[in-house]
């Protein structure tokens, strides 16, 4: 397999590089680092957490029930603060148990870098559209600067978030909604002339769908099937 080298000197070239990164973790495990989770602490906090890490409904019930605070922060890893952890797939329910209690769908953990910053963040990343729609509708802000110390080579936002993650969908619908940066498009045209979709597959009609939204703008974007 040949490997072409990237300039990482440019955003754009440094966006194609994250966004392979991420897409390579979800298939072979590169870029992954050790499962962030360390000691928890013997408290209802600590319990709280524990049980999200479980998936275990009745345990976070008991723990709030004793004070557990759902916007604890351990660390910086997705495993190490509830409003994250929650947002695997599967605990959806403990998601919306959490934010009834007081979970803040808006809760940044500073010391964390993408994607882990945020819980919405998170749920992109872990590829779990229900915890990312629990969240967008307990009132999650869609204009996040999602990138870890964001300065002017560096402007990602929620639309190059869910591309970096390929949540097309989520994409998508963003650029109906928010307003669309220059970055925001050269970001799209990357993604469509540089990510091989099979046609026919679940995510070919996202892009044609881009591919169309890109010429409507006088963009000619081809992806490379």
């Given at each position: 397999?040949?490997?072409?080298?990237?300039?990482?000197?440019?955003?754009?070239?440094?966006?194609i590089a994250v966004a392979l990164c991420i897409s390579m973790?979800?298939?072979?495990?590169?870029?992954?680092?050790?499962?962030?989770?360390?000691?928890?602490?013997?408290?209802?906090?600590?319990?709280?957490?524990?049980?999200?890490?479980?998936?275990?409904?009745?345990?976070?019930?008991?723990?709030?029930?004793?004070?557990?605070?759902?916007?604890?922060?351990?660390?910086?890893?997705?495993?190490?603060?509830?409003?994250?952890?929650?947002?695997?797939?599967?605990?959806?329910?403990?998601?919306?148990?959490?934010?009834?209690?007081?979970?803040?769908?808006?809760?940044?953990?500073?010391?964390?870098?993408?994607?882990?910053?945020?819980?919405?963040?998170?749920?992109?990343?872990?590829?779990?559209?229900?915890?990312?729609?629990?969240?967008?509708?307990?009132?999650?802000?869609?204009?996040?600067?999602?990138?870890?110390?964001?300065?002017?080579?560096?402007?990602d936002t929620l639309i190059t978030t869910a591309l970096n993650?390929?949540?097309?969908?989520?994409?998508?619908?963003?650029?109906?909604?928010?307003?669309?940066?220059?970055?925001?498009?050269?970001?799209?045209?990357?993604?469509?002339?540089?990510?091989?979709?099979?046609?026919?597959?679940?995510?070919?009609?996202?892009?044609?769908?881009?591919?169309?939204?890109?010429?409507?703008?006088?963009?000619?974007?081809?992806?490379?099937?």
């Amino acid at each position: 397999m040949r490997h072409t080298p990237i300039d990482l000197t440019s955003p754009l070239a440094l966006f194609i590089a994250v966004a392979l990164c991420i897409s390579m973790l979800f298939t072979t495990g590169a870029c992954a680092a050790p499962k962030e989770r360390g000691p928890i602490e013997d408290s209802s906090d600590g319990e709280l957490l524990r049980g999200v890490l479980a998936g275990s409904t009745r345990t976070v019930k008991d723990a709030l029930r004793q004070g557990g605070n759902p916007n604890r922060i351990f660390g910086k890893g997705f495993y190490e603060w509830a409003m994250c952890a929650a947002t695997q797939k599967g605990r959806e329910e403990i998601l919306d148990l959490l934010i009834i209690q007081g979970g803040d769908p808006n809760r940044v953990n500073s010391p964390a870098v993408f994607p882990k910053k945020f819980p919405l963040t998170c749920a992109l990343f872990k590829r779990n559209r229900k915890a990312y729609d629990i969240l967008v509708n307990a009132g999650a802000d869609l204009t996040i600067q999602p990138c870890h110390g964001c300065n002017e080579s560096a402007r990602d936002t929620l639309i190059t978030t869910a591309l970096n993650t390929s949540n097309f969908d989520v994409a998508r619908e963003l650029l109906e909604i928010l307003p669309v940066t220059d970055f925001d498009i050269q970001a799209l045209t990357q993604t469509v002339k540089n990510r091989r979709t099979r046609p026919g597959g679940s995510l070919a009609r996202y892009t044609l769908e881009f591919v169309d939204y890109l010429a409507e703008r006088g963009i000619t974007a081809v992806p490379p099937y």
